[in-house]
């Protein structure tokens, strides 16, 4: 009798076809050839959610079919300008500046300057191989790009939660509509700290999210915090006490360290360059203009930077570090302070990052889930960067060959 069942090995494989044509000659001017690694995301987490629908998708006691909360994440392709190197092991996020895309499950017909067309004639679908051919007319997706990636493309999942896109779980605290909720939580150390969304409440849970301590803070309107060399960083509205912070072993007491702002805003260390960064907003409307400050350890600031584009600005800002990337709120912010094209998590509000997952809410009032970090399919770098123009069409070629 086998007692255990072992994931067969799965490698899939992706080629990738690019080609330019003169639109007036309708001749082809360019063409590269290269490959793709499909993500660990994939592997690792959306193929063993798919495998264990195997085992409960018709059971009479609850059974559920798994794999019809799995968002397709060969849905959409991208196009960017993203050229850091490849790195198949650790890479889970879209990068660069969106110069096109593409969905592979509707036909579109519209006039998006980004947006291209799914070629239904040329592409196939076959349980050995699959064909998915897009083509981008004259009007779109014009300017240089350098990685092709593919995506679910999208919010992970809904407002009311009924169709999680992504293998998930709750967290399992709840702190009822009273107190709304989380606004931010990380960990330190073998401890999970969290800032309710009363904006005065700080709770210090162990790793079963049972309540160790729990605080009222000193300062009212405590939106963000970060936890750096035994101290916990917090950010507030008050213009005398802007940033403080308290030892991680006495919430009893705390230092000012940053006076002058009027409007709160987000935290977090930077390992890598051994700076925070805090970014705030001029006001609480969706108009409002967010600045990212970067300090040193000691809170000498080192830069101040508008942040341009940036969507969704408004007061309640959080910064997170992950593994290395700076997310503000959904978004990447690059190393030049900008923010990418991409929302990591759609509608739903990222909360914490810990032990590699997010964790996610859409709405205070309900539960937080936890998903994995997952975002790409896939990706390709080229080579060198292909320019296209308005003068030129292009046609890009995708086999997904299964064994």
């Known amino acids: ?126 349980v050995k191989n699959v064909r998915m051919v897009f083509d981008f007319p004259t009007h779109c997706a014009n300017g240089t790009f350098e990685s092709i990636y593919f995506s679910h493309r999208g919010p992970v999942f809904n407002e009311d939660f009924n169709s999680i896109n992504l293998p998930y779980e709750k967290l399992p605290i709840s702190y009822g509509t009273n107190t709304a909720g989380i606004s931010s939580m990380k960990k330190y150390g073998d401890k999970i700290y969290v800032l309710r969304s009363d904006l005065k409440t700080f709770d210090v849970l162990d790793s079963q999210y049972s309540t160790l301590q729990s605080v009222t803070l000193p300062y009212i309107n405590t939106y963000d915090f970060e936890i750096v060399g035994n101290y916990i960083y917090l950010t507030t509205t008050s213009t005398s006490q802007a940033v403080y912070r308290m030892p991680i072993n006495d919430l009893s007491t705390n230092e000012i360290m940053v006076t002058g702002y009027t409007t709160a805003g987000g935290i977090c260390y930077d390992e890598m360059n051994e700076q925070f960064i ?9 108009s409002a203009v967010v600045t990212v400050r970067r300090y040193d350890k000691s809170f000498t600031e080192l830069s101040a930077k508008v942040l341009n584009g940036f969507t969704n600005s408004y007061t309640l800002l959080r910064l997170f570090n992950v593994s290395g990337t700076i997310l503000i709120n959904n978004r990447i912010l690059s190393e030049t302070d900008e923010t990418t094209d991409f929302d990591i998590s759609g509608s739903g509000k990222i909360v914490g990052f810990i032990d590699d997952k997010f964790f996610v809410q859409s709405n205070y009032q309900y539960p937080v889930y936890i998903i994995p970090k997952a975002q790409i399919a896939s990706r390709s770098l080229l080579d060198t960067p292909i320019t296209k123009n308005p003068n030129q069409t292009m046609k890009i070629t995708y086999d997904f060959i299964l064994e």
């Open 1 to 126: 009798m086998i007692e255990q069942v072992t994931y067969p090995k799965f490698q899939p494989q992706g080629k990738i076809k690019v080609e330019l044509f003169d639109d007036a000659a309708k001749e082809r001017v360019k063409e590269v050839d290269t490959h793709n690694f499909i993500s660990q995301g994939v592997l690792d987490h959306l193929f063993k959610f798919a495998m264990k629908s195997l085992f409960t998708q018709t059971r009479k006691s609850g059974g559920i079919k798994l794999y019809d909360k799995i968002n397709d994440p060969f849905r959409a392709i991208h196009l960017t300008d993203a050229s850091h190197p490849e790195d198949a092991q650790n890479e889970w996020a879209i990068k660069g500046k969106e110069i096109g895309y593409a969905l592979s499950n509707v036909i579109y017909s519209g006039s998006d300057i980004k947006q291209g067309v799914y070629n239904e004639i040329e592409s196939f679908t076959g």
């Open 278 to 286: 805090v970014a705030r907003s001029s006001n609480n409307s969706s």
